[in-house]
């Protein structure tokens, strides 16, 4: 069984820290796990990044089945963990055993998904434009273009899911799908979770003989250590989900670089959820009680928790909002991830208590579980959330608002007063399809996803996902963290102009060796 040692793992070496002595805690019990782990600075940043960086030519230019291979040869080695990941994980973070094995089989298949989609080619975006020797008035080169990776990529684990946005998460995945080494900045509440998934890559990297610096991660205490790999001059693009404060201070320190990189963070959502008339009305009672399902889930911790409600105002919005807080009420309070965590949101709630203008419709259960978050629901009108920009700012943890519009013009209002979003969603039924139609292209500016009918908290992992939006959901909408198509964020186009056969890339050659899908002279096919 892999044990976990407390250092950190630079290239093929097991390093113990010696800038600060740091442990995980079990939110649950209050209390520090063993083993102490070994903080590392700037130099071990240092060491990582230089290996990343002698490793990248060569992981690159390895056949494509090489790379689905090792992505493969990841998820073995983190499914051959067994219990004992699932163990520390839940020991780390309260989260539920059964919350966390599902969380593993989507790490997993995420893997597995990249794996597929390498081999499959048509990110390469392989375009060839035939010469034209003898047009006229002036001939044209023979040019090809496919794209490359960017280079060592920094990843940032993220606090509410120690797996599947963490070490071997969908950050690290696109990167290596793409071909760049990863450098992972370990979570500094997940640090033995972060190293036995850490340990799994690495064998990953030895059974596939890679370069020693395609993996390594890191710790350390503060935020010193993060800024240094941001600002190191071998990473080329940084994978962050958590605050928005943390992620504009990176996004400020890749910027302030010499030679500036792209941060694709994801920060903040508030991800709104709007009832038309004729579903509110039909089974507004059914819609209120999945959405405090969906607020509840997993103590309110993901980022795509439905924090608010836009409701048209009226006897059918009273009887939603009095089934919602039926439904609420009964819900206990539950563990957070940290005791940070726990303390923000207790502090963020008290702020929504005494903000003008709105009222507590209920709070949950109390119990008294260390470092609980008791749910709580608010209500306030069209006009107090437009005159308040506090009340768009997102509360992490199972807490929601609800808002209610006299009109459908309301409704668009505030729809187009609000900050970019992970998500939206529209509860409506047929007769509804004209105000939807009004109120779509709205959303369609605001968020990355769109929702009917359902709830935004689960987020599926397949090749049209969009996990990603306008600011400050994340800070590049073009973007998303979540799908195949998160391997763009790691790729750029190169093209080639009369170059010779010979040095062409596999993917560029004549008779197609790779078998992918490309474009040649415009048309799309596999010559």
Known sequence: MTQITGEM??????????????????????????????????????????????????????????????LETIAECVLALGDALIERAHEETALPLARLVGERARTVGQLRLFAAFVRDGRWLGATLDSAQPDRAPLPRADLRLQKIPLGPVAVFGASNFPLAFSVAGGDTASAFAAGCPVVVKAHPAHLGTSELVGRAIRDAVRVCGLPVGT??????????????????????????TGSRAGGLALAGVAARRREPI????????????????????????????????????????????????????????????????????????????????????AQQVSARVAASGVRT??????????????????????????????????IFGPASLIVTCRDLDEMIALAEHLDGQLTATLHLDEDDTAHARRLLPTLERKAGRIVANGYPTGVEVAHAMVHGGPFPATSDARTTSVGTLAIERFLRPVCYQDLPAALLPDALRDGNPLGIARVVDGTLGTA
Do not use: K, W
């Open 361 to 394: 419709l209920a709070h949950g259960i109390q119990n008294d579980a260390r470092n609980a978050a008791r749910p709580a629901l608010f209500a306030t009108t069209q006009q107090t959330f437009l005159a308040d920009r506090q009340l768009q700012n997102e």
């Open 215 to 240: 993996f390594s991660l890191v710790l350390g205490a503060g935020i010193a250590i993060g800024e240094a790999l941001v600002a190191d001059p071998a990473i080329r693009a940084v994978g962050f």
């Open 262 to 345: 792209p941060v694709y963070a994801e920060m903040s959502s508030v991800n709104p959820m709007f009832v038309l008339p004729h579903a509110l009305a039909a089974r507004g009672a059914a819609i209120a009680r999945g959405f405090v399902e969906s607020v509840t889930l997993g103590v309110g911790q993901f980022c795509t928790n439905p924090g608010l409600v836009v409701l048209p105002d009226g006897p059918d919005a009273r009887a939603f909002i009095d089934a919602a807080v039926q439904a609420l009420a009964e819900q206990g309070a539950q563990t957070m991830l940290t005791g940070g965590i726990a303390a923000t949101y």
């Open 9 to 70: 793992l630079i290239g093929d070496a097991a390093v113990r820290g010696t800038a600060a002595t740091l442990h995980a805690f079990d939110p649950a019990r209050g209390v520090a796990l063993e083993p102490a782990f070994g903080g590392g600075d700037a130099d071990e940043v240092d060491y990582a990044c230089r290996l990343a960086q002698a490793a990248f030519d060569r992981f690159r230019a390895l056949p494509l089945e090489t790379r689905a291979c090792f």
